[in-house]
């Protein structure tokens, strides 16, 4: 009798074990699937991106820290700190066509536009890393497409950034430009960051 019930108890448990391992294989093929759809869906995003950057990047003679620092004077915002912004978001190479998509953000506007129009609106764009589902208005922009172009890009960035300025209520320059950096971005991280590269930026200019 004894023999019965440890045998019943084996086979008991290796059920149990057998439903978890299949169990397991099942979702772990549904995990790999979904992984790999994302990758895809992810590089064919990148594909049309890089179509519409061919099409819209428009070349110039004009160099992109020159743009910066004549646009940064129209806004009223000191060069060297939207230069600073520029390092972050997109490099010391400025880059005009740098693109990252934001998939927490797409979540939330995935369903106001066709699928690869809302991952462009979904995703930061170019030099200031405009995310265009937030500022269509704020930047008078017809289109995600318009944000390629440098000038454009420069100009809806230090739009975003003065009214971020605007709405500070710190008492200090230093609190105020951190509190404003936070709100471009979101993050007090990002602050620390931008002025840190901003230190450097002074650091180079100024030292011999």
């Given at each position: 009798m004894r023999k019965v019930w440890i045998f019943g108890a084996k086979l008991l448990v290796?059920?149990?074990l057998s439903l978890f391992v299949s169990r397991g294989v099942w979702y772990g093929v549904n995990w790999a699937e979904?992984?790999?759809?994302i990758v895809w869906s992810n590089f064919l995003h990148w594909v049309g991106a890089v179509e519409i950057?061919?099409?819209y990047v428009k070349p110039s003679d004009v160099a992109t820290e020159d743009l910066i620092k004549n646009l940064s004077r129209e806004y009223k915002v000191s060069p060297i700190l939207t230069l600073a912004i520029g390092h972050q978001e997109s490099g010391r190479a400025l880059r005009t066509d740098r693109l990252r998509f934001e998939p927490k953000i797409y979540s939330r506007f995935s369903k106001n536009y066709p699928e690869e129009t809302a991952r462009m609106m979904s995703s930061s764009i170019g030099i200031m890393q405009v995310i265009p589902a937030f500022h269509m208005k704020t930047c008078a922009l017809s289109s995600y497409a318009d944000l390629f172009d440098r000038e454009t890009n420069i100009r809806c960035g230090?739009?975003?950034l003065t009214d971020c300025l605007s709405r500070s209520k710190a008492v200090t320059k230093v609190l105020k430009f951190k509190e404003a950096l936070a709100c471009y971005n979101g993050s007090d991280t990002y602050a620390d960051e931008v002025l840190a590269r901003l230190g450097e930026?002074?650091?180079?200019?100024?030292?011999?």
């Amino acid at each position: 009798m004894r023999k019965v019930w440890i045998f019943g108890a084996k086979l008991l448990v290796f059920v149990v074990l057998s439903l978890f391992v299949s169990r397991g294989v099942w979702y772990g093929v549904n995990w790999a699937e979904e992984k790999v759809s994302i990758v895809w869906s992810n590089f064919l995003h990148w594909v049309g991106a890089v179509e519409i950057i061919r099409e819209y990047v428009k070349p110039s003679d004009v160099a992109t820290e020159d743009l910066i620092k004549n646009l940064s004077r129209e806004y009223k915002v000191s060069p060297i700190l939207t230069l600073a912004i520029g390092h972050q978001e997109s490099g010391r190479a400025l880059r005009t066509d740098r693109l990252r998509f934001e998939p927490k953000i797409y979540s939330r506007f995935s369903k106001n536009y066709p699928e690869e129009t809302a991952r462009m609106m979904s995703s930061s764009i170019g030099i200031m890393q405009v995310i265009p589902a937030f500022h269509m208005k704020t930047c008078a922009l017809s289109s995600y497409a318009d944000l390629f172009d440098r000038e454009t890009n420069i100009r809806c960035g230090l739009r975003v950034l003065t009214d971020c300025l605007s709405r500070s209520k710190a008492v200090t320059k230093v609190l105020k430009f951190k509190e404003a950096l936070a709100c471009y971005n979101g993050s007090d991280t990002y602050a620390d960051e931008v002025l840190a590269r901003l230190g450097e930026l002074v650091l180079e200019n100024n030292l011999l």
